[in-house]
Nanobody, 119 residues
């Protein structure tokens, strides 16, 4: 069974920084795309950044957020700088992964971590 565990959320002042981590445990053979999503109250979940063959960012975070990955650790990170109140949301990681060679691809989600940007 594969589980994604996120950490690094919290309360930060506008202009501050946070780094989120997402680590997968369990029987993983390969991970293709690692991504971060967020969902603010009353809004739909939206893609923030993804890292498959290349990095992709939502327009609202480009230049402020950086996604990275460590394949050896089955981990993804999201460095968030110059945070704004509108970045307040629950952040989720998502991995597209195989549990065995030539096996099917599955989508796994983390449980979410709260990020609050407020003075």
């Amino acid at each position: 069974q594969v589980q994604l565990v996120e950490s690094g959320g919290g309360l930060v002042q506008p202009g501050g920084s946070l780094k989120l981590s997402c680590v997968a445990s369990g029987s993983i053979f390969s991970i293709s795309t690692m991504a971060w999503y967020r969902q603010a109250p009353g809004r739909e979940r939206e893609l923030v950044a993804s890292y498959g063959g290349s990095e992709n960012y939502a327009d609202s975070v480009r230049g402020r957020f950086t996604i990275s990955r460590d394949n050896a650790k089955n981990a993804a990170y999201l460095q968030m700088n110059s945070l704004r109140p509108e970045d307040t949301a629950v952040y989720y990681c998502k991995f597209d992964a195989q549990t065995r060679s030539w096996g099917p691809w599955y989508v796994y989600w983390g449980q979410g971590t709260q990020v609050t940007v407020s003075s």
